[in-house]
Each structure stands twice: as C-alpha cells, then as structure tokens.
C-alpha cells in the first residue's frame, strides 16, 4: 500500500523533478515534468565558473538567482544529486540468493577490504543482474557511497535553497533512459560511454540494468588544458583572437568570452589534442575487451556517446575507428523528451543535449537509487495516510483517476510511436525510391551514349584489302633491339583526313609515315651504334620505303648519373601499306 502512494503522491506532485550536477567548474541542473503527453524539459542551467562550486555551496543559489532564468521552478522541483567518480564504488560479486536488504548488508562486510571507506555505515543499493558463475548464486553489482559524502551533498544543496531528494549514479540516469526511449531497444545490450567534465564512465546495461561500470579519471576539461598547456610557444608567433576561436571552433571545443588568446600554431592542433584522446581510446577498448572476456560474448547492439565529450566535433568516428565499435552520439531531447515551442532553452538544448544525458535520466528515475537520506520522510507519509481514513479514501480516488488517466496516456503514446515508425518507413521508403529514379536516368543516359558512340563508329571508314599485323611487325622491331635500348612509343599518320579508330594522328612532314620513339642507355659510343643497328635494320626491312632519322636528345638521370639518348625515326609507307588487319598500334612496347 506504501508503494501505490508513493507513486500517486508522485504522479499528482505539483513539483517538478531536477538532477544536478556539480563539478569542480561547470554547474549543471535539468529539470523534467512529466504530464499525460510523456516527459517534457522544465528548466535548464549550465555555468561555468574558474573557482568552482565544490568548496562554496552557498555560491550555487547566487549563480542561479543572477542568471536571469525564472529560478522558481528550479527551487520548488526535487532535486536529485548525481555523483560519480572516486566518491562512488561499483563492484559486481556473485552472492547467495537472498533478500535484499540482507545481501546489502552481506556486501557491506564481504567488501569493505575493497572499497575506499567503510561500507558499514554506507549508503548502498545493489542491482540483481541475474544467476552468478555458481549454482544457487546470483551475480549483483553494488553501488555505493560514503555517509559523510551523502551528508555533504545533502548539507551543500540545502545550504543553497534547493530540495533535496537523495543521491543517484549515473547507471540510475541510463536505466531511466532506456526504459523510455523510442530508439533503444529495451533488451539489448548497450554501451554507453560518458565523457564528463572530470572523468569518463563506461557502462554496459542489458535489459535495462547495469552488468558493466567503470570510470576513469579523464574527462572533456582534458582536451582544452592539453591545448592551453602544449599551445604556449608556438613556433609561428601569436595568433590573432578570431582565428584561436575558429580554430577552437572547428574542433568543437567550447570558448568563454573571458578566455584569452595563447600562442597557437594551427598546424600543431590536431596533435595537441590527440594526447587524451589516446588515453580516452585506451581506456575504452580495454573496458570493452575485459567485458567480452569475462561474459564471453562478442554482440554489442548499441554504441551510445555521451556527455561534455560527445559535443566535441567528429568525436563519434574517433572513437568508432579506435576501438572498433560503432559509436552515435545519443541525444535524449531528439528521442522522447519534449521542448516547448518557443522556449528559449531550446537552442541551449539543442547543442548540449548529449551532456544532458545522465541527468536527464535522473530527473526521470527522480532518485530511487542510492536515496539513503530522503527514506525516513518517505515512511512518516506512509505512515500518515494510513491513520487518516479521508485521506486514504482520497488516495484511492486519486488512484482510480491516475489509473485512467495512465491507460490513456499510454494508448496516445503508443500511436504517437507508431505514427513515428511509420513516418521514419515513409522516408526510408522516398529515398529509396529517390536512388532508384536516379540509377533509372543514369543508365538511360548511358543507353545513349552507347547508340551514339555505335553510329560514331559505323561512320568510319572501312579499310579493305590485304594489310599488314602491325602490331605483330612493332613486337618484332621492338624485341629485336638490346638490352640497353627500347622502343617507347609508335605512330602511323596518313595523308587523308579520315579518322581511324584506334590511330593518333602525328603532324609529321607529310605523307604516309610510321613515327618510332625510343631511348638508347649507355655511353655515346654505344648509344650510336645501337642507333645505327636500328636504322640499318628498319632500311633493310621490306615494310617501309625509305628511313630518316627525325632528331636524338641527350640526356642525363639525375639519380645516377647515367647517359641516355632518346631518338626519333621516321619511316616512309609503301603505296597501299595503310590497310590494316588489326587496327589497334597504342603501342608501348619495351626491348628485352
């Protein structure tokens, strides 16, 4: 009976619920409503400030007082803290099946040589993932959290005027997602990688929940300080302001009006930055391999990036060609979550949205995960209803409305699903037909140059009579020749004007002639009597009526310094040798 108030005080809420994320320089806070339409953006707040928020927690509600934005739905929401990195411990363990509250408390002890502080006092929740490695075992991954962290977050958004509601992971924000969305298949086995502004998480999650956690101390604000710290003495002098920020621009990386100009070489960017993303490479493809070994499987469904990091311009095929798995960027405000039209946010929205991801999913999953220090509230409001008989008969009306009104929202959501896969087939369906229009034209295009190129040929002339292999009688010349000497190139030129397929007309002295070309290597008294052989072999030869030698060009190979003479003969036809048997000479025949 707790469990159906609780969710009907949470359906009927007039308050809205938030997720904030506070790092060492950027703040962030996401706000969702839910009405009967789905999920839609309340409020959302991103700053950024060099003396961060972590040590001044009462500079938080200043921030967000100046910024301008209508902080009231902010102050009013349930706000939900997300924590990562070093402050939380993930572990998955195979532990007898039992309740569980008792295998939290199992956890505690069995693990607290692992852990970075004592898990007997902990805030802790554990996610069931299934049968262990032994029979009678179930394999759980435990998350959990130090008392004095969970009471410090508490302390530091209390201090600033907001509610708080508990403390969540990021694995909480996924799960949310995932049972949610309309891209993501909810019993597929998805990656998600997280490139924060402090560290990165790599997270599997199989049928919604978590079987894979891991976070590493490397995260966004890397690849700006690898700028700054490798940029300062460029070897081309100062750049100007505007071209730093384009060149910043180009490669996705946020700017601030306050940022000041270094000393940058273009040329050297892409390495300045490559430095974290190799560590952020590394870092993903053994997560990924230690996965696979340990589960033996090898499918992967979806690759999803997101975080500060996926904003980073082509970051996606980075890591996809590195590790070797496919990777999107995924945006929750491009699937499920609504913007209102009109909202200023929107354009904000539209460009971070995959850093909005995890609290997002949040706001969503408004805190059940690791909600340590909101659970004594929760049971004085059970308690409450339960001695005051108007207001559990309330409650069950409450319950019957929320029931109708849940079995209607469901019925447009799933036609609005509908209408959306139906919509995404319709255009699948025009670009196809879109290609096969244009394959359709090209290859009637082509049809006709085909009937043209035929009529082309057909209006040659047509050569009668008994001529001679020219091709055969060029191979003879050419492998007659020695082995210092070649012949490069041949050309026949006719008097009349007719075009034969296949022949290149040569502008020569006049007549029916054969152009020979070729090179001759060695010293000059060589060169010339190999030049004389080829000459008194061609007089000799019944083809051709007379043999003149058009010019020889001396010349030298640089690499080694090696003589060589390039030479040009050219042979008169007989009269009536310009039929042809084989009308295709392109020759470029070498001597042996």
Request: glycine share 8%.
């Amino acid at each position: 009976m707790g469990w159906i108030v609780r969710r009907i005080v949470s359906f009927c809420s007039f308050r809205s619920n938030a997720a904030i994320s506070v790092g060492s320089t950027i703040l962030r806070l996401v706000s969702i409503k839910r009405n009967l339409s789905g999920f839609e953006l309340g409020v959302l707040f991103s700053h950024k400030s060099s003396s961060g928020f972590s040590n001044d927690p009462g500079n938080i509600s200043t921030v967000i007082r100046e910024s301008g934005i209508d902080a009231n739905g902010l102050f009013k929401a349930n706000v939900t803290d997300l924590a990562c990195g070093p402050v939380l411990f993930n572990k998955i363990v195979d532990i007898p099946k039992m309740r569980k509250r008792e295998a939290i408390t199992a956890l505690k002890f069995t693990e607290r040589d692992a852990a970075p502080f004592s898990l007997t006092d902990a805030g802790a929740d554990i996610w069931v993932l299934g049968e262990g490695g032994a029979p009678g075992k179930m394999r759980v991954m435990l998350s959990a959290l130090s008392k004095n962290e969970i009471l410090k977050r508490k302390g530091r958004l209390q201090n600033s005027g907001l509610n708080f509601r508990g403390v969540s992971t990021v694995t909480a924000g996924l799960s949310a997602l995932i049972r949610h969305s309309r891209l993501i298949e909810t019993r597929s086995t998805v990656l998600f990688v997280n490139i924060g502004d402090d560290c990165t998480g790599i997270y599997i999650l199989k049928d919604g929940a978590p079987i894979f956690a891991r976070e590493t101390q490397i995260g966004a604000g890397h690849f700006s300080q690898a700028i700054a710290q490798n940029s300062r003495h460029g070897p081309d002098g100062p750049v100007e302001l505007e071209e730093a920020q384009s060149i910043l621009t180009n490669y996705g990386l946020p700017l601030s009006e306050s940022w000041d100009c270094p000393r940058l070489n273009a040329r050297k960017m892409k390495e300045y930055i490559s430095q974290p993303l190799h560590r952020l490479e590394s870092e993903i493809s053994r997560s990924v391999e230690f996965y696979r070994n340990t589960r033996h499987v090898s499918t992967i469904d979806r690759a999803l990036l997101i975080g500060e990091g996926a904003l980073l311009k082509n970051m996606d095929g980075f890591v996809s060609e590195t590790t070797g798995v496919d990777f999107t960027v995924y945006d929750p405000f491009d699937d499920f979550i609504k913007i209102k039209t009109g909202d200023q946010t929107g354009s904000s929205v539209s460009h971070c949205g995959p850093a909005l991801a995890s609290l997002a999913g949040l706001a969503i999953d408004r805190g059940r995960t690791l909600n340590v220090a909101n659970l004594e509230n929760r049971r004085k409001a059970a308690l409450l209803i339960r001695r005051r008989p108007a207001l559990a008969g309330l409650a069950a009306l409450i319950l019957a409305t929320a029931m109708a009104f849940s079995i209607w929202s469901t019925m447009i959501s799933k036609i609005d699903e509908r209408i959306y896969l139906l919509s995404q087939e319709v255009s699948s369906l025009k670009k196809k037909s879109f290609l096969y229009e244009n394959l359709l034209s090209r290859l009637a295009a082509a049809e006709n140059r085909n009937r043209d190129l035929q009529d082309k040929i057909g209006s040659y002339p047509q050569l009668s009579g008994a001529g001679h292999d020219w091709n055969l009688i060029f191979h003879d010349i050419a492998s007659s020749m020695s082995a210092n000497s070649a012949l490069t190139k041949c050309s026949i030129d006719f008097r009349d004007d007719a075009p034969i397929s296949g022949l290149k007309r040569k502008r020569g002295p006049g007549g029916n002639r054969v152009r020979l070309e070729g090179i001759i290597v060695g010293a000059n008294p060589d060169r010339i009597a190999e030049l004389t052989q080829i000459y008194y072999r061609l007089s000799s030869s019944s083809l051709f009526h007379s043999i003149s030698i058009g010019k020889t060009v001396r010349m030298t190979d640089e690499n080694d310094n090696t003589e060589m003479l390039n030479f040009e003969i050219w042979a008169d036809l007989p009269s009536g040798s310009s039929k042809l048997a084989s009308p295709s000479p392109s020759i470029g025949r070498k001597g042996s």
